[in-house]
């Protein structure tokens, strides 16, 4: 049975103070995380051409990736650092890279990796933001936590959580990103180190790793808990009580209950399976629900309308001329209702010969 878990081992849990003993570690910022999406492959590339194979750190990937990727393979054959595939239970390594598979969130703790088959974090699996912040609760200070290219918002979260662990937060200069996005995300709300362009990054990354990390504060409990929830502990009803407060939103993925939780400047949510939003991600996922609604509904009306019309036609052929015409009256406004449908989906596509082939197509027989 799917427990979620990739080849644990048993009782592997995440300790809320593993960032004060972690004594495997040197005093360096020797924890690397890096978070990137669209455009990632390419920056990463660039990224790793430069980097040190003898930098003193561990360096950990996520790129927003589909079914299969072979990043690893891409990455490894970039650069001089080796690149490999993060493995579960498998022991973290100094001066290697390793780079979340797809399907997984990929998490640390106690001086190993951790992969989880958990619920998506916005709208992605393996997600930056549950790498990002598990090293924070985990590592404390030696974090290095670094935003690249990329859309929407994942990475802005979990960067926040590694500044309040007393981490380092860096991102690519949106000048230089091919998606601007998730850096200006990072920029509007976390309290940002170092903003360079990726020619300057590798460079800027092995002079972080050899410094000293400074001491770790107390790991706030909200991020305790959240890396929990990541790793997939039992929680219980009440756990995201202790986050935020119940909301009037469902959650896109799951349609549970959505509890809104105020983390500085940022609004996001998390529903109780484990799914998690920032509010630019929310509200893309509900634009995203909202028109394959509109196409079911088009489809809808547009079948409506070519039944009416077929049993009008079938009417007229056995003389039934007063239920034929009443039948041809009800297609006449179910396609009616249909072109109103039609008109809202172009609305929000602009508009385009596209869209109308489309809107046309999808209901089969079509409207005479």
């Not at 109780?272 to 996922?285: K, L, N, P, Y």
Request: proline share 5%.
């Amino acid at each position: 049975m799917d427990d979620g878990l990739i080849s644990v081992r048993p009782g592997h849990q995440i300790d809320p103070d593993a960032a004060k003993h972690a004594s495997w570690l040197c005093d360096n910022r020797c924890i690397i995380t890096i978070g990137a999406s669209a455009g990632g492959v390419e920056a990463l590339q660039r990224l790793m051409k430069e980097l040190s194979a003898d930098i003193p750190a561990a360096v950990f990937i996520v790129l927003h990736v589909g079914a299969t990727s072979h990043l690893a393979d891409i990455l490894d054959r970039a650069g001089p650092l080796p690149v490999v595939n993060a493995v579960s239970g498998a022991p973290i390594e100094i001066g290697r890279a390793y780079v979340a598979p797809p399907g997984a969130h990929l998490l640390l703790h106690d001086s190993h990796m951790m992969l989880r088959r958990g619920p998506r974090e916005n709208l992605a699996r393996p997600a930056i933001d549950p790498l990002f912040r598990s090293a924070a609760c985990s590592y404390g200070s030696r974090v290095v936590g670094v935003v690249l290219t990329g859309s929407l918002s994942d990475g802005t979260a979990g960067l926040r959580a590694v500044k309040a662990c007393g981490g380092t937060s860096v991102v690519q200069h949106p000048d230089d990103a091919t998606v601007p996005d998730m850096v200006l995300s990072a920029l509007r709300h976390v309290e940002i180190d170092h903003c360079v362009p990726l020619s300057g990054m590798a460079a800027l990354l092995g002079k972080l790793a050899g410094e000293a990390a400074g001491e770790t504060p107390e790991i706030p409990s909200g991020i305790r808990l959240e890396a929990a929830i990541a790793a997939q502990e039992h929680g219980t009803m009440k756990t995201e009580d202790r986050l935020g407060d119940l909301s009037v939103f469902v959650c896109p993925e799951c349609h549970g209950p959505l509890w809104e939780i105020a983390d500085g400047p940022m609004v996001r949510y998390r529903c109780h399976t484990g799914h998690a939003f920032t509010a630019d991600v929310m509200m893309e996922a509900q634009s995203s629900e909202a028109e394959q609604i509109l196409w079911s509904l088009l489809r809808a009306h547009q079948q409506r309308a070519e039944l009416a019309r077929r049993m009008a036609k079938r009417e007229r052929l056995h003389k039934r001329h007063e239920l034929a015409a009443q039948l041809s009256e009800r297609a006449k406004e179910y396609k009616a209702d249909a072109e109103l449908v039609q008109q809202i989906i172009e609305k929000r596509h602009g508009g385009g010969s596209q869209v109308l082939e489309t809107a046309t197509t999808s209901g089969g027989n079509g409207i005479d």
